[in-house]
Antibody, heavy 126, light 109 residues
Framework: QVQLQESGPGLVKPSETLSLTCAVS?????????WGWIRQPPGEGLEWIAT???????YYNPSLKSRVTISIDTSKNRFSLRLSSVTAADTAVYYC???????????????????WGQGTLVTVSS | DTVLTQSPGTLSLSPGDRATLSCRAS???????LAWYQQKPGQAPRLLIY???SRATGIPDRFSGSGSGTDFTLTISRLEPEDFAVYYC??????????FGPGTKVDIK
């Protein structure tokens, strides 16, 4: 059974960098799936942030791309998110999730998200 | 960008009722990349349907998905008390951004 667990600071100061890690258990992070980050501001809907596929295929939300880096650490079976120059608008529950794929001819593309981690609330405030 | 619009915003129904939720895309999308999720308060979303019509593992058969092109539907045949929640559709594929609809809240009438 695949399980994901987010970790990182719950409070980040404005203009600083938010760093989160997602530990994966029950599956190898290099076994062919994609891995993604999604966030949800309090009381609002879901926003996709970024997706990665081992070793280096990445997809970024264009609205966040200039501030976001997603990476994989296969030695620790985890993946990470860095979001720079944060503001109060980045306050949200951040989720990590496994992302399934669909094969078109010879290439796999990201599809559904599941399972999800429990989420971690990150507040941006001085 | 593909924008997903969900309707209605809120659906007030009783246990045992049939629920029909709509997700409309601003442009045609491949069914393989259309998914539905359920989210209860304080919990992470849970995958219900992928590929527009395939139930995820462990999802009861009262949940079904259908549609193609720009119009997709999630149907709950008979609402159980645990089904009252917010439901999101989502699209992905080869070209970001991967988007979620704004959600439909199914609450108790």
């Amino acid at each position: 059974q695949v399980q994901l667990q987010e970790s990182g600071p719950g409070l980040v100061k404005p203009s600083e960098t938010l760093s989160l890690t997602c530990a994966v258990s029950g599956s190898s992070i290099s076994d062919g799936y994609f891995w993604g980050w999604i966030r949800q501001p309090p009381g609002e809907g879901l926003e996709w942030i970024a997706t990665i596929h081992h070793p280096e295929i990445t997809y970024y939300n264009p609205s966040l791309k200039s501030r976001v880096t997603i990476s994989i650490d296969t030695s620790k079976n985890r993946f990470s998110l860095r979001l720079s120059s944060v503001t109060a608008a980045d306050t949200a529950v951040y989720y990590c999730a496994r992302q399934g794929g669909f094969k078109e001819t010879t290439t796999w593309y990201p599809s559904w998200f599941g399972p999800w981690g429990q989420g971690t609330l990150v507040t941006v405030s001085s | 960008d593909t924008v997903l619009t969900q309707s209605p915003g809120t659906l007030s129904l009783s246990p045992g009722d049939r629920a029909t939720l709509s997700c409309r895309a601003s442009q045609s999308v491949r069914s393989n990349y259309l998914a539905w999720y359920q989210q209860k308060p304080g919990q992470a979303p849970r995958l219900l349907i992928y590929g527009a019509s395939s139930r995820a593992t462990g999802i009861p058969d009262r949940f079904s998905g259908s549609g193609s092109g720009t119009d997709f539907t999630l149907t709950i045949s008979r609402l159980e008390p645990e089904d009252f929640a917010v439901y999101y559709c989502q699209h992905s594929g080869s070209s970001p951004p991967f988007t979620f609809g704004p959600g439909t809240k199914v609450d108790i009438k």
